[in-house]
């Protein structure tokens, strides 16, 4: 296991040999049931869509020029 940490602009790599497994805290709002994710070349690719309550809230607003 090797790990590398620099703050300022924030750097973090991580390197691990055989199986590894990590627990990632849900943030509210997030339908856990649906979570999904995937590894494919070298990158993990997680998709946390939102609960219906959550999409309710989201606002937008309009940006008016000058």
């Known amino acids: 296991i090797e790990r590398q940490v620099e703050k300022k602009g924030y750097y973090l790599s991580e390197r691990s040999y055989g199986a590894i497994y990590r627990t990632i805290p849900l ?37 008016k020029n000058g």
């Open 27 to 63: 943030p509210p709002g997030v339908d856990g049931e649906k979570a999904q994710a995937s590894f494919k070349n070298g990158v993990l690719t997680i998709k946390l869509p939102q609960t219906p309550e959550a999409q309710a809230k989201i606002k937008r607003i309009d940006v």
